[in-house]
């Protein structure tokens, strides 16, 4: 099997195990077990499917089983287990080179205990603190070199955690003695909570769940918000079995009782949410931003004072000019202000700018796309301690704007720099991030769960890269290609019992576009208590999804509640329109109008109410009432003179589509004038208005011809010849050569 059809068949059995269909299951089971060179397996499907129908038996006779509910459930799990069992075996028989299978291997190959592994790397780390604070050591880095075989033990100890298929107590007693010592540096711990992150993605096992719930709970914020990432993504791929395992149930049951970590879980989701606008701040940022900064850069250097910006007058007010500057280039203010509030918002506008940086040698692990940001860190001390790189990353370290892994990238590209521009660049950090460091420092006194926020958002920042930037990203999961709707899944309702919470997430989401997630959150909120801003929001969500009939039943709702809302009249004439019920629409917009009778887009959309009831001179009058007050808006020039035609207004139309054609004509503009200087007898000039059309950018004799099809009825009502139709029609090709 291929590893497609692998993944494949294993969705389709966890789905039916799911819905409780396990003659399905079996069914399925019998097809992956035929696969395997071992026969371990059909046997132990054998003695399932043996006991099942045991059960079945029984229950059919009648039979009472005090114990039915108990055998049920670990029938159930076990079929879980020997699913993910039966997968792993096969995606690494059906393997010739995969990440996975590679680091596998390895780990098959290393010749110490764990235990001994552990021990080797506080050992490490005990003589590499020996060494800072031996004061007659006058070079720190051979020293840390001689000592840094026992740093190896940290990736192999990531690499066994990471690939070992279902933990036993073995392993659950490794994870806790590693997070318990006190020799080994809290970016280190962190890496062993990501190695059973990974393998929890991989292959499911409840200790490996329990281990990460322990995880939330230390002290440490670092361990504790990579622990509770890791636990919701793990959480969120297996929601449908975990309530057949009791010990994750009362864990999570205990984790709800903790608001802190609830706030911390919120965030989380929110910022699982805003990861999915990152490819499109790296489109904008690519095809929008950066080529209107470009148009200043010939000047940059002259207007802003760069050299004096990035000197010794780097304190100094901002200069006036810069507006100046920026104003050069319309609307380039808007967009830099929009990137400067996404940044303070923690999305992730840096991803475009540090993407192309992960070619370095230190990359080619993928232990290193998961290590917080440290100093201490031995494949990256060559440059963080190096005394002439100190300055510069003293200043990388302290700002939280950067995720870990686009500081490592930063570090090593400006290695080879001289130093004069290092200190430049340090100085030019120090006072860009200054003043962002101070206001965060602020608010993480204030509220400390902003600075756990800090830490999740840039470790998802972090996870963001590897999923999207690795060599091998193809045979990952990609966790940020899910549709993440957090309100779908059992284990957070568990968790968030607190409608306030909900309500927040929901928000979230329809602030973000995602609106039939919000959707589903408001109708929630709505069962418990009606509210006319929810009705108003939800609507709003099924009406941007195009269900209109759906939006309409909130939005009269919502009226009920809040009547006389100009907001929810225009909304439900809206719909009505795109329901093709332009005379309830009117009413709708008729009511609004009382509300705010100068509103022009309102007279307009009443023009059109009237225009769709072919109510032509009604409509005309809005029309010209719009024309009144916009004399020289081309689009309300349109309606005019399509409708003036209509109604045999010729002289009238005839005037407005000569004021277009003048102005900016579209390719339908010049198709109408064409039919009005046809029915007019102007043939010649109808013609010449046709080809035009036909040789606007965008447009070709294929769109004409199907546009004209649908005018045809309205041509023959103005006594065209039927006969002259094909003719007009040929001799255009034939004056175009198509």
Not at 334 to 353: C, H, I, P, Y
Not at 412 to 431: G, L, R, T, W
Request: glycine share 4%.
């Amino acid at each position: 099997m291929t590893k497609k059809e692998i993944i494949d068949t294993y969705k389709e059995i966890a789905a039916f195990l799911a819905s409780k269909m396990l003659k399905d299951a079996f069914d399925g089971l019998l097809r992956l077990s035929s696969e395997t060179k071992s026969g371990d397996y059909q046997n132990r499907l054998e003695q399932l499917q043996t006991t099942y129908k045991f059960m079945l038996k029984y229950t059919v006779e009648g039979i009472n089983d005090p114990e039915r509910h108990k055998i049920y459930m670990n029938l159930l799990t076990s079929t879980y287990t020997l699913l993910e069992e039966l997968k792993q075996q096969l995606l690494h028989e059906n393997s010739d080179y995969s990440l996975l299978k590679i680091q596998a291997d390895q780990v098959r190959h290393f010749t110490e205990k764990p235990a001994d592994m552990l021990a080797n790397l506080e050992k490490y780390y005990s003589l590499a603190q020996l060494a800072e604070l031996d004061e007659s050591n006058t070079d720190k880095q051979e020293t840390h070199a001689h000592y840094k075989p026992y740093w190896g033990n940290a990736e192999k100890l990531f690499q066994l955690l990471w690939t070992t298929r279902f933990y036993t107590e073995k392993e659950m007693q490794l994870v806790h003695t590693l997070l318990k010592s006190e020799d080994i540096p809290v970016f280190e711990k962190c890496i062993s909570v990501s190695a059973v992150t990974f393998s929890l993605m991989q292959c499911f096992d409840e200790r490996k769940a329990l281990l990460l719930f322990d995880a939330v709970e230390n002290p440490d914020e670092e361990i504790a918000q990579r622990a509770l990432v890791g636990l919701l993504i793990g959480l969120y791929i297996y929601d449908k079995r975990l309530p057949l395992y009791p010990g994750i149930q009362n864990r999570l049951k205990l984790l709800a009782e903790n608001k802190r970590r609830i706030k911390n879980i919120e965030n989380i989701f929110k910022q699982l949410i805003q990861s999915k606008e990152t490819e499109e701040i790296t489109r904008k940022l690519k095809e929008d931003i950066l080529p209107e900064v470009a148009k200043i850069s010939p000047h940059i250097r002259e207007k802003m004072d760069l050299d004096k910006l990035l000197g010794e007058n780097m304190q100094d007010e901002q200069n006036p000019d810069w507006q100046d500057m920026f104003d050069e280039v319309p609307g380039l203010t808007k967009k830099m202000e929009e990137f400067s509030n996404l940044q303070m918002e923690g999305a992730d506008v840096f991803m475009s700018t540090f993407s192309q940086l992960k070619t370095f040698p230190f990359f080619n692990k993928f232990v290193n796309w998961l290590y917080p940001f440290s100093v201490h860190h031995p494949d990256a001390e060559y440059v963080t301690g190096n005394a002439s790189n100190e300055a510069f990353v003293k200043a990388l370290s302290n700002t939280s704007f950067l995720c870990n892994s686009d500081k490592y990238s930063f570090i090593f590209s400006v290695s080879q720099i001289p130093d004069s521009y290092k200190n430049m660049m340090a100085s030019a950090i120090e006072a860009e991030m200054g003043q962002m460091g101070d206001e965060q420092q602020d608010q993480t006194v204030v509220d400390p769960d902003k600075a756990s926020a800090y830490i999740s958002n840039q470790y998802i920042q972090d996870l963001y890269r590897l999923f999207k930037l690795h060599p091998s990203k193809h045979e990952l999961s990609d966790i940020f290609t899910w549709k993440l709707n957090f309100f779908n899944k059992q284990f957070t309702h568990v968790l968030i019992e607190d409608e306030a919470v909900w309500r927040n997430i929901g928000s979230y989401y329809f602030l973000k576009g995602h609106y039939l997630a919000a959707a589903g959150i408001f109708e929630h909120l709505l069962e418990k208590a009606p509210e006319a801003e929810l009705y108003q929001k939800t609507g709003f969500c099924y009406q941007k999804n195009g269900d209109y009939r759906q939006a309409l039943e909130l939005y009269l709702k919502a009226d009920i509640l809040q009547s006389k809302s100009l907001w929810t009249l225009r909304k439900i004439a809206q719909c009505y329109r795109s329901l093709k019920k332009p005379g309830k629409a009117l009413e709708y917009y008729l009511q609004a109008e009382q509300i705010q009778p100068d509103n022009q887009a309102m007279q307009l959309s009443i023009g059109n109410c009237y225009y769709e009831l072919k109510d032509y001179n009604a409509a005309l009058k809005r029309y010209f009432k719009l024309e009144y007050l916009d004399p020289t808006n081309i689009r309300i020039w349109r309606p005019i003179a399509w409708v003036s035609f209509l109604l045999e207004k010729y002289e009238q139309a005839e005037k407005f589509y000569g004021k277009i054609v003048e102005a900016s004509p579209n390719r339908h503009d010049l198709i109408n004038a064409g039919h009005l200087q046809w029915v007019l007898g102007n043939r010649k000039q109808a013609l010449n208005f046709y080809q035009q059309s036909v040789k606007m950018e965008g447009n070709n004799i294929e769109s004409f011809l199907e546009v004209f099809k649908e005018d045809k009825p309205l041509m023959l009502e103005k006594n065209i010849d039927p006969e002259d139709i094909p003719i007009m029609l040929d001799r255009l090709r034939y004056d175009l050569n198509v």
